[in-house]
């Protein structure tokens, strides 16, 4: 049976699978995976990008401004913005953590297997096709590189988000998103949470983003009370619906 985390399942949008999620900015659909009868994301992403919109500084900026980022993780560990090259070890770590184990150890392998090539799928074109102002995944790893620890961080536009943080007074045309926070079995309790989310809103911040939020399921406590000890609230909770057949949650914002 692979390890899993209590408190970072958050990420997920729905119980099938946490990187189903859509990335939506200025209208236009980034970093989708192919629904049920939908466009496959590769598509969708060479429309929605086009050359020479973002220009080769920004990708620059990110990367050398997260290499001065000082975080509170003591060596041999360290936290850094992912490459592309480490998709698929990303793409393990996060499977290893949000895959729902089945009883019968055959159909659980072969659930697994699937499950992963969704997630390096869906990682593969996130690294490769959202430019580094829309789209980041920071790592920790340890004095081998060896990755035990994945977060991701994406400025979107959702309309249900924004009409979520207008009601609470911020009105504004993008935010940041956290989601996909995972952190193996064996290395939990070092503190690998905290450092994540840190490191995400510092991205945040890069980026200009005044608000930053996440999601968390309702029925999973400790998570909840380790966003609102790290500064996190309730702006909205997932109306019945919009969670018929899904876990609700709610959204959360830093203060």
């Not at 990110?62 to 975080?71: A, C, G, H, P």
């Amino acid at each position: 049976m692979h390890g899993r985390t209590s408190h970072c399942r958050h990420g997920a949008p729905n119980q099938l699978s946490p990187f189903r999620e859509r990335v939506f900015v200025g209208g236009k659909l980034l970093g989708a995976r192919r629904d049920h009868g939908g466009e496959l994301r590769r598509g969708v992403l060479a429309r929605a990008i086009e050359p020479g919109q973002v220009a080769p500084a920004t990708r620059l900026d990110l990367r050398s401004t997260l290499d001065k980022y000082e975080s509170e993780l003591k060596p041999p560990w360290t936290i850094r913005l992912a490459t592309r090259r480490e998709a698929k070890d990303i793409a393990d770590v996060m499977a290893k953590v949000f895959h729902k184990p089945q009883q019968l150890k055959m159909m659980n392998d072969a659930s697994f297997t699937i499950f992963k090539a969704e997630v390096l799928n869906s990682m593969i074109s996130k690294l490769f096709h959202i430019p580094e102002d829309r789209f980041a995944c920071m790592v920790i790893c340890d004095g081998n590189g060896e990755l035990c620890a994945a977060v991701e961080v994406s400025r979107q536009d959702q309309a249900t988000v924004l009409q979520s943080l207008a009601r609470m007074g911020f009105v504004v045309p993008t935010y940041a998103y956290i989601s996909g926070m995972a952190v193996l079995d064996d290395c939990r309790r070092q503190g690998f949470g905290t450092a994540l989310l840190s490191a995400a809103e510092y991205v945040a911040d890069v980026w200009g983003e005044s608000q930053t939020v996440l999601h968390v399921y309702v029925d999973n406590p400790s998570a909840i009370e380790f966003y609102e000890k790290n500064g996190y609230s309730e702006i909205h909770k997932d109306d019945w619906f919009h969670v018929l057949g899904r876990r609700k949650r709610l959204l959360m914002r830093r203060e």
